[in-house]
T-cell receptor, first 116, second 114 residues
Framework: SAVISQKPSRDICQRGTSLTIQCQVDSQVTMMFWYRQQPGQSLTLIATANQGSEATYESGFVIDKFPISRPNLTFSTLTVSNMSPEDSSIYLC?????????????FGEGSWLTVV | GENVEQHPSTLSVQEGDSAVIKCTYSDSASNYFPWYKQELGKRPQLIIDIRSNVGEKKDQRIAVTLNKTAKHFSLHITETQPEDSAVYFCAAVALSGGYNKLIFGAGTRLAVHP
């Protein structure tokens, strides 16, 4: 399985500010995924980050609000821009396991953001 | 695109009873179906998964069944214990745009009462 580290684990943010979440994986992976989990809700895919190309965003998510970087095969960042209280969520980084694990997808610890 | 529906949204059982959670999916091309358990304040953890070439898989007290024709899959927990209390999510993976995309159900909050 992959070991995925996320920072920060928790933060309280002021309305209108931006926060960048970092995701580090202990092995090289082709795809990294960013999910959002709003309070009491399921997980929703924000975007898929492929190294060397622009991220692919899901319906309802745009690059201006959630810019993503993917500088190499083990690291990615997600920025939540111009935050509002509605952005209070858990943000989760995930990766697909190696070939031996098939399609198994692993999650980082998550970043709990509260916007006040 | 893929759509995953999950039922029930809440489930309350007595310790020792069985619990069953059901999910349906829409994309017949989906080929991998994981189940995640999320305890309060923690990330989702994979507990069991099943691939499209298998009809049933068991791991101790947990089992998953898949009916590809009907496009539904279920999680079965036997001899439930209080520590099984959590939110459970089903998901389906389908190939989209050259990569595997994981789509989640809405979740089931399971409460196991002593």
């Amino acid at each position: 399985s992959a070991v995925i580290s996320q920072k920060p684990s928790r933060d309280i943010c002021q309305r209108g500010t931006s926060l960048t979440i970092q995701c580090q994986v202990d092995s090289q992976v082709t795809m990294m995924f960013w999910y959002r989990q709003q309070p009491g809700q399921s997980l929703t895919l924000i975007a898929t980050a492929n190294q060397g190309s622009e991220a692919t965003y899901e319906s309802g998510f745009v690059i201006d609000k959630f810019p993503i970087s993917r500088p190499n095969l083990t690291f990615s960042t997600l920025t939540v821009s111009n935050m509002s209280p509605e952005d209070s969520s858990i943000y989760l980084c995930s990766v697909e396991g190696d070939r031996g694990s098939g399609n198994t997808i692993y999650f980082g610890e998550g970043s709990w953001l509260t916007v006040v | 695109g893929e759509n995953v529906e999950q039922h029930p949204s809440t489930l309350s059982v007595q310790e020792g009873d069985s619990a069953v959670i059901k999910c349906t999916y829409s994309d017949s091309a989906s080929n991998y179906f994981p189940w995640y358990k999320q305890e309060l304040g923690k990330r989702p953890q994979l507990i069991i998964d099943i691939r499209s070439n298998v009809g049933e898989k068991k791991d101790q007290r947990i089992a998953v069944t898949l009916n590809k024709t009907a496009k539904h899959f279920s999680l079965h927990i036997t001899e439930t214990q209080p520590e099984d209390s959590a939110v459970y999510f089903c998901a389906a993976v389908a190939l989209s745009g050259g990569y595997n995309k994981l789509i989640f159900g809405a979740g089931t909050r399971l409460a196991v009462h002593p």
